[in-house]
């Protein structure tokens, strides 16, 4: 059942991925298609969903490789949901309004903002072994949240591009763009801190005693 899912939703993960390129590729207002790339690779939704495209592609495919090894792990199942679920409740709370997607781009962004992050955190609840988790893994699982937020800044102070309205630091000022990143960090935290409570409540639960 879980290798059936998991390989349903990684072509779905996959397809999403492969459709937003292309619809990037394809829009004539796009810079060059090195810069077009940059800056596709540059958007938190887009490297979060390839994080869960890969988790979900490794068990499925061959769970004896190092892909899936390396995605069999609790720690790395619950960094990613942490991160494609933020992905998900900013999109909803802080751009879902902003812009008004048609077509094949509603398709491609409905599906990388709501239904791969439901996806993950269902194969999270529902597959991934509980009980392993410790209250620190949280605060790791922020340094690749750090380095993009270093990246982003580095990258739109040398080209003037933002992937986030609420990273333009050339109309909101730098104070202001570090305010919300704080803001995220923050709440990226949070999130953490429910998945390990989440995990260490199941935890305790799969190791109980059945009753005779």
Not at 83 to 106: D, E, K, S
């Amino acid at each position: 059942m879980a290798r059936l899912y998991r390989a349903a939703f990684a072509c779905v993960g996959w397809f999403a991925l492969i459709l937003q390129y292309v619809l990037a590729l394809i829009d004539e207002t796009q810079p060059s298609l090195g810069l077009m790339t940059l800056n596709y690779f540059s958007f938190f939704t887009i490297l979060s969903n390839i994080l869960v495209a890969l988790a979900l592609t490794g068990p499925a495919l061959s769970p004896g490789s190092r892909l899936g090894r390396w995605a069999a792990s609790e720690g790395v199942r619950a960094a990613v949901a942490m991160y494609i679920v933020v992905v998900g409740m900013t999109y909803h709370f802080l751009l879902a309004a902003t812009w008004n997607p048609q077509g094949w781009t509603l398709v491609g962004n409905n599906l990388l903002h709501y239904v791969m992050p439901i996806a993950f955190v269902v194969d999270w609840l529902a597959f991934t072994p509980k009980g392993r988790l410790r209250w620190i893994d949280p605060v790791k699982w922020l340094i690749p949240v750090l380095i993009y937020g270093a990246w982003t800044l580095l990258h739109g102070t040398l080209s003037g591009w933002w992937p986030y309205w609420f990273v333009d630091a050339d109309k909101l000022g730098l104070g202001t763009v570090m305010a919300y990143f704080a803001g995220l960090l923050v709440f990226f935290l949070i999130v953490g801190l429910i998945i390990v409570a989440i995990d260490r409540t199941f935890g305790r639960r799969d190791r109980r005693p059945l009753p005779a």
